[in-house]
């Protein structure tokens, strides 16, 4: 019995432990990749791997696939995540009543979009030429794929922590990541963002989702540690 519990143990930290250096590697990963494109974009390079995704989107192209594509990317437009969101943030306020959950979704959201504002008007990088659909504003880092790498990246979270059946919590993780990466896709395939653009956008858009739930996860300890301690021992008086 010892024994087992002992082994169960380790095995829990052993899993912690290859998680938390999966999450690191992937932060860092992250980090790199946006500043190294970033970089590229100030220094007014051209890199390859925006005209070979060009390239490559034409070969494949069809007119089902077209709307396949405008279909895709919908589910990352404001008209979608919108009211999406809305609904994530009452199902854990009304339903699931897990208030720092609730947090997040908002947090999560619009900051990624705040900080995609930022970013756009900081590199004041032009959208790509003869786009296949209409689109407005700056190129640099991709709005689509940064607030949906933070959207979905969040829920893929929320999946990990709180699904327990392992076979069904890996599937919607890889749903959700594939899900995520067509969405990038699209944005290529439409001729609205170079490669680049989705590149840095992904790598930006998980980045906010990590600093997120760090941020949130921190306020959410010492709110335990701090007030509810106070909460607890507070007297009980009489009447």
Request: overall charge positive.
């Amino acid at each position: 019995m010892i024994k087992s519990f002992y082994k169960k143990v380790a095995a829990g930290i052993a899993l912690f432990t290859v998680e938390l250096i999966f999450v690191w590697l992937l932060f860092i990963a992250c980090v790199v990749v946006f500043f190294y494109i970033s970089s590229q974009i100030v220094q007014g390079d051209e890199l390859g791997v925006d005209s070979a995704a060009f390239d490559f989107a034409a070969t494949i192209a069809s007119p089902g696939l077209d709307n396949f594509i405008k279909v895709i990317t919908f589910f990352a437009s404001r008209q979608f995540l919108t009211p999406a969101a809305l609904l994530l943030v009452a199902y854990f306020v009304f339903i699931k009543r897990h208030r720092w959950y609730s947090l997040k979704v908002p947090v999560v959201a619009l900051g990624s979009i705040t900080l995609n504002v930022v970013l756009k008007y900081f590199f004041d990088r032009p959208r790509p030429i003869v786009p296949m659909v209409e689109a407005h504003g700056l190129s640099f880092p991709s709005g689509h794929t940064m607030v949906a790498a933070s959207f979905y990246g969040l829920l893929i979270y929320l999946v990990w922590q709180n699904v327990k059946q392992p076979a069904l919590k890996y599937t919607l993780v890889a749903l959700l990541s594939v899900f995520v990466i067509l969405i990038g896709f699209s944005r290529i395939y439409l001729r609205v963002h170079y490669a680049t653009d989705v590149l840095a956008g992904f790598a930006a858009g998980f980045m906010w989702v990590f600093i997120g739930i760090y941020i949130l996860r921190r306020l959410e300890r010492y709110s335990r540690k701090e007030i509810t301690p106070v909460l607890i021992d507070e007297p009980v008086t009489k009447e």
